[in-house]
């Protein structure tokens, strides 16, 4: 099976832009959840969906939203970028016989 | 509540073994245990439910104590390719994709 896929790998955005990152799970995998990952904060959840329906939801400001589709692909979205959103976002689909998550490569995004 | 992971750091010669902790101050239903390699995505280690059920993966293993709200991550005989940064990560009751991480424990083992 094709593992977890993000686009793009890497952006650059300044101040004020928004962002859409795209995350494809393993096929299958119903759920997708999404993670910001920066040196000073570790991992943070953002949000969980499944099946097209937000299940959980972190403490993000509302700036940050998301959305998946009927195929389980999911999309995340930034609206005016501050520089402390640059980090890397990771995507991770759910397994179903572990319960463990399988995260994507993730996308480095970079606020100037 | 994040979960907090001790210690912060640790530097082993291959062939030492190591302990990596990670406390929580709310009950715990399950521990999620991740490595990740610099530059690279997270990878599933072991999972552990309530029950204080001890997990081996290969020289790794792990043990749940849930009335100490507390897990501890074994590696034995450690070996260069075991360099990275350990996660352990919580989740409220069944919702296994959302989980809450621990600050991380980088171990680096030397030749």
């Known amino acids: 099976k094709a593992g977890v896929t993000q686009t793009p790998r890497y952006l650059i955005k300044t101040r004020g832009q928004q962002v859409t990152l795209s995350c494809s799970p393993i096929?299958?995998?119903?759920?997708v959840s999404w993670y910001q990952q920066t040196p000073g904060q570790g991992l943070q959840f953002l949000f969980e969906?499944?099946?097209?329906?937000?299940?959980n939801k972190g403490n993000f400001p509302g700036r940050f939203s998301g959305r998946q589709f009927s195929n389980s692909r999911s999309e995340m979205n930034v609206s005016t970028l501050e520089l402390g959103d640059s980090a890397l976002y990771l995507c991770?689909?759910?397994?179903?016989?572990?319960?463990?998550?399988?995260f994507g490569p993730g996308t480095r995004l970079t606020v100037l | 509540q994040q979960p907090v992971q001790s210690p912060q750091a640790v530097i082993l010669r291959e062939g030492e073994d190591a302990v990596i902790n990670c406390s929580s101050s709310?009950?715990?239903?399950?521990v999620h245990w991740y490595r990740q390699k610099h530059g690279e995505a997270p990878i599933f280690l072991m999972i552990l439910l309530k029950g204080g059920e001890q997990k081996g993966h290969d020289k790794i293993s792990a043990s749940f104590n849930e009335k100490k709200q507390q897990s501890s991550l074994y590696l034995t005989a450690s070996q260069l390719s075991y360099s990275g940064t350990y996660f352990c990560?919580?989740?409220?009751?069944?919702?296994?994709?959302?989980?809450?991480f621990g600050q991380g424990t980088i171990l680096t083992v030397h030749p």
């Open positions: 991770a689909s759910l397994g179903q016989v572990n319960n463990e998550q399988f």
């Open positions: 990560g919580t989740a409220g009751g069944t919702s296994y994709g959302k989980l809450t």
């Open positions: 096929s299958g995998h119903r759920s």
């Open positions: 709310k009950a715990l239903y399950s």
């Open positions: 969906y499944f099946s097209e329906t937000q299940r």
